[in-house]
């Protein structure tokens, strides 16, 4: 079972950042895609970001391109979202997914194509 730790949610006002983490217990990590989804009170689960096996191919949710960067550090089992220019509309629990790639060199944006996932970090933003 692949256990899924998120890290770096808080509180933050219009215009300022946040980094999240999340370790993987995956093994080996590098044969996971990998993606950050967000719900807020009263919406659906959505993707925000997703990345590849490799961290060469991302994917952005048109509301958060530009502001927001996808990586990860195969070496540290772990994957991060870089939130800068942060909006009250990002307000949101944020939750790490995880599946096995199957040698597929390509991201995975919904939610039904990720078998794990993490607890989720809350995300405020202040206006």
């Known amino acids: 079972q692949v256990q899924l730790v998120e890290s770096g949610g808080g509180l933050v006002q219009a215009g300022g950042t946040l980094r999240l983490s999340c370790a993987a217990s995956?093994?080996?990590?590098?044969?996971?895609?990998m993606g950050w989804f967000r719900q807020a009170p009263g919406k659906e689960r959505e993707v925000v970001a997703a990345?590849?096996?490799?961290?060469?191919?991302?994917y952005y949710a048109e509301s958060v391109k530009g502001r927001f960067t996808i990586s990860r550090d195969n070496a540290k089992n772990t994957v991060y979202l870089q939130m800068n220019s942060l909006k009250p509309e990002d307000t949101a629990v944020y939750y790490c997914?995880?599946?096995?790639?199957?040698?597929?060199?390509?991201?995975?944006?919904?939610?039904?194509?990720?078998?794990?996932w993490g607890q989720g970090t809350q995300v405020t933003v202040s206006s």
């Open positions: 997914a995880a599946r096995d790639a199957n040698g597929y060199n390509r991201y995975y944006t919904r939610v039904y194509e990720y078998k794990h």
């Open positions: 990345i590849n096996w490799s961290g060469g191919t991302t």
């Open positions: 995956a093994r080996p990590f590098s044969s996971y895609a």
